[in-house]
């Protein structure tokens, strides 16, 4: 049987930093993921959130590992809600995580066919809670697949596929990480989850477009 543990990878820049050389340094095996990794800095720590298969009868629960420089935290959903089957965060796709005003925030895919958007805060990147309502439901938004986040100018920006048969490129934005506004470029199709990050102040983005070809585009940001 395939092992889908979490691998942790460094890359070292070589040849005047135009290759990498890369290796291994941790690999957590005791944990079945069912989604990639999102990643973040936080508080000088290192944060890991996927989805897993490793909790009977949850579909995707998340869990948690962390990495301060010296010591790593084994995976775990004890923060995630597994103290609360209502509150258990889970879902089939890559979640989004970025700092914004002193606070890691979580956006994810529901799990299941709906596909809302959910959203979830940590004020230490611990202990995890709704941003909105009882559960984290953020109903007028829908997600096509992972969504990867980024914050510039004090605003977060997740990209994103539109969640129906037009797989356009769709960029939301927040400057609470609460209350979001989303713009669709449909002359831009995502085959898959794209990645963000800053490059120059501007926000560049690489994807697989929905033509199965690769495809990169900076979207400048005012």
Known sequence: MATRGLDVVTAT??????????QLVKQFNSVQLTTAPGVAVFNGKLIY???TSSVSGINNAF??????????????DANLGASNPNLRIASAAQPALAVLNGTLRMCTQQNNSQHNMFLYYSPDGVTWYPSVGMYGEYSALQMGVGATMVKINNTLLLANKQNNSN?????????DGVNWSDQEYPGIQVGW????ALFNGDVSLLFTSGSEQPLSTDIAVQ
């Open 13 to 22: 820049p070589i040849s005047g930093n135009v290759a990498y050389q890369f």
């Open 63 to 76: 869990f948690e590992a962390t990495f301060d420089g010296v010591n790593w935290t084994e995976p775990s």
């Open 167 to 175: 797989h356009a490129l769709l960029i939301f934005s927040s400057t």
């Open 193 to 196: 989850t794209p990645g963000i």
């Open 49 to 51: 959130i996927f989805g």
